[in-house]
């Protein structure tokens, strides 16, 4: 009963609590801005620390988004398998890593996983067209499942078929950047130009993709691998290929089959490593997503050390301010202010600095985000909403820790010596 | 736990009532108990290693609706009398009693709370938050109290000490004797029991601080209880009652400590021969 009556009347009690702590924050508000330009200078740290938390993290987060976004287009359900010597000392007793047509045609006929391979020649070559001429364009030897496997397709002309790969003749695909480079334009589909002094007929032009971490993948030459093995013999036995697998549950079973099927065919015993690499995008996907955190936690950890700068900052600020209003202090608590009142008046003062100091760098974080976005090479950024309701939370938090101190301060001092203070 | 939240809430709840009491209801107490018993007050301080004794066995009763002037030297223990009888600090030993009720040995907490709602201070340089209206300052003892209708009792406060028209001005727009007005308002706002003025006319020149007695002095004929710590004899003069201490002790009090008042029993006299030894 008692109990009972003492939570009646405790909620009796709220709208005065709510009413004194608005006092309270009014306050802190008019003390704040009659000391402008000490307050600014006070939460200079907190607002470089949330400002950089801000843009860091959505930096982060926005490469972050746009690797994973690049890694899927890759195509969920695709590998890359490609011949690679062991590494150390190891690799020098073996033989080179081999990797051959009759390989890749084993793995398409016997893995039952796999939906389709592609062999791939990766080289760089010069194409010249008209007075152009571009030195070190990625060039692809594949065949023509290149487009479904990568999920990379023309959008202008055509792309070559199993006709053009037989025969191994001399046409090629563009990529959209290699023709902004040429200073052409989408005519130039049925022109000829001339790949490392061969004359290769421009036959299509693939959809713009973007650029990936400064590589752009719009900047590559696509030809079918029957002619840039006639280009460059010695890749004959160093092919690499592309997998699809069934679906995407079936990555596992794909890969499986064709480790089975290599290592048989290379003969390699049970237990010696592979003379082959292969590249998954969940893989990547999970190790970048690990790369991530960690970059993101390390980058928090600095920044952090920054709010902290900044909380010190204010409990400086704060000792000076409790001195300075000593007597205030005192003909506060002579009217009836319980060390509780001047306790939490002192604490609100320190956090609304703090969450203004916040709010002001979170404004910052923005702007800066802003500006990075209007940079064309840049990636595409969003300020993650997560971000702000840390950087206001631990702003928040850094001025209840920091406050706490000037505010118990105030709250002990004796109203006798407070309204003595001169 | 709940015992103490209980005598929390019955105690603002009765602070409350009391409040809200219209003025005209309380007795002409002359002969009933009185607001203030000071029993044999001792107040002994460390400063370094020696002791002072600021306070030595004072004894003293005022009664509702008294004018009494604290007199003395500097050193003499008055300061030491004005912050034990405003609460902001306890005797070493001894009994203080306000409104019959122990006060002594009270926290911090509950001190808090007597000096908010029976207590009303006028300092000598007015103690007026600067950045806030006239209004606001007036307000503050009602807010710490958690007074209800702060606004309209604040504003009755300033009505009375005649500055309503200056209720939105901030003190740095408001003349020194204006200023004490407000202060006389914020001491009146929660209607105590007694209001204590430190020096009231100390920072005003003469004619400003006559003005300041004579809303005191209206006051007073209204019925509040009212002490004036002073060195100076004319405003002690127009009290009713001067205690002179020294050393500690009470060497004159004009009252006779347990009834009337007495401004008509040539007190001056008496005061002018205790000032000019």
Not at chain 1, 63 to 85: A, D, H, I, Q
Not at chain 1, 205 to 216: H, V
Not at chain 1, 295 to 318: C, D, E, F, P, Q
Not at chain 2, 39 to 46: A, F, G, M, V
Request: hydrophobic residues 40%; aromatic residues 6%.
């Amino acid at each position: 009963m008692k109990a009972l009556r003492a939570l009646v009347n405790a909620l009796l009690f709220i709208p005065d609590r709510v009413a004194s702590l608005a006092g309270n924050v009014v306050t802190a508000l008019v003390q704040i801005w009659s000391n402008k330009i000490r307050s600014l200078l006070t939460v200079l740290g907190i607002i470089i620390a949330v400002t950089s938390i801000i843009s860091v993290v959505s930096m982060v987060e926005g490469f972050g988004n746009y690797v994973t976004s690049f890694l899927r287009g890759l195509g969920t359900n695709m590998m890359v398998v490609y011949p690679e010597r062991v590494r150390g000392p190891m690799g020098e007793y073996l033989r080179p890593a081999e990797m051959t047509i009759e390989d890749i045609q084993a793995v398409d006929r016997y893995a039952t996983a796999v939906r389709r391979t592609s062999p791939v020649i990766f080289t760089r070559a010069t194409i010249e067209y008209g007075r152009q001429q571009l030195i070190g364009i990625d060039l692809r030897g594949t065949n023509e499942f290149f487009q479904p496997i990568r999920n990379f397709y023309v959008d202008a002309g055509r792309f070559f078929g199993a006709v053009d790969v037989d025969a191994g003749g001399p046409v090629c695909v563009l990529g959209r950047e290699v023709l902004r480079k040429l200073e052409c334009d989408e005519s130039v589909v049925g022109d000829f130009v001339h790949i490392d002094s061969q004359r290769f007929r421009v036959i299509g032009l693939l959809q713009s993709k973007g650029s990936f971490m400064g590589d752009n993948q719009d900047e590559m030459i696509v030809i079918p691998w029957t002619s840039a093995l006639k280009m460059y013999p010695y890749r004959r036995n160093y092919l690499a290929f592309y997998v699809e697998a069934m679906n995407e549950e079936k990555i596992p079973d794909a890969e499986g089959q064709l480790v089975r099927i290599l290592r048989q065919r290379h003969g390699i015993k049970k237990g010696d490593p592979p003379d082959f690499g292969i590249f998954k995008q969940d893989e990547i996907l999970k190790e970048f997503h690990t790369t991530r955190v960690i970059a993101t936690s390390v980058l928090a950890g600095i920044v952090s050390i920054s709010l902290l700068v900044g909380g010190i900052g204010i409990m400086n600020v704060m000792l000076v301010s409790v001195t300075e209003r000593t007597r205030e202090i005192g003909l506060r608590k002579s009217v009836g202010a319980h060390r509780r009142d001047i306790l939490s008046q002192f604490l609100t003062e320190a956090v609304v600095l703090s969450t203004v100091g916040g709010g002001i760098g979170i404004a910052l974080g923005y702007a800066i985000c802003y500006i990075a976005a209007m940079h064309p090479n840049m990636v595409e950024i969003n300020v993650p909403i997560w971000s702000v309701a840390l950087a206001l939370g631990f702003s928040a938090g850094v001025g209840i820790f920091f406050g706490i101190i000037p505010a118990f301060k105030a709250a002990i001092i004796h109203p006798i010596d407070a309204l003595r203070h001169e | 736990m709940t015992d103490a939240a209980n005598n929390v809430a019955s105690g603002f709840r009765a602070g409350r009532d009391v409040a809200s009491e219209p003025r005209t209801g309380r007795l002409p107490s002359v002969g009933t108990d009185p607001v203030i018993e000071l029993i044999d007050l001792y107040k002994t301080y460390r400063v370094g290693t020696e002791l002072v004794h600021a306070l030595r066995g004072t004894s003293l009763r005022i009664h509702e609706n008294e004018y009494a002037a604290i007199m003395g030297a500097s050193g003499s223990g008055k300061s030491t009398m004005l912050n034990i009888l405003g609460c902001l600090d306890v005797p070493t030993s001894g009994i203080y009693r306000l409104r019959g009720q122990d006060v002594s040995r009270l926290s911090q907490t509950k001190l808090a709370r007597i000096r908010g709602r029976q207590i009303g201070f006028i300092f000598q340089s007015f103690e007026l938050l600067g950045r806030t209206t006239a209004l606001k300052n007036v307000e503050l003892p009602l807010a710490y109290t958690r007074t209800r209708h702060r606004r309209q009792r604040a504003l009755e406060a300033l009505k009375r000490v005649n500055l309503l028209d200056r209720a939105h001005h901030r003190p740095n727009q408001l003349s020194g004797g204006q200023k004490q007005r407000v202060a006389i308002a914020r001491a009146l706002a929660q209607q105590p029991d007694i209001i204590l003025a430190d020096e009231p006319t100390g920072n005003l020149d003469s004619t400003t601080g006559k003005e300041i007695m004579d809303i005191l002095d209206s006051l007073q004929a209204e019925g509040q209880t009212i002490i004036v710590v002073t060195h100076e004899d004319e405003i002690a003069r127009r009290c009713g009652r001067t205690i002179r201490l020294k050393d500690g002790q009470i060497v004159l009090d004009t009252g006779n400590g347990d009834g009337h008042p007495r401004r008509d029993e040539g007190g001056t006299d008496a005061i002018g021969e205790a000032a000019t030894p």
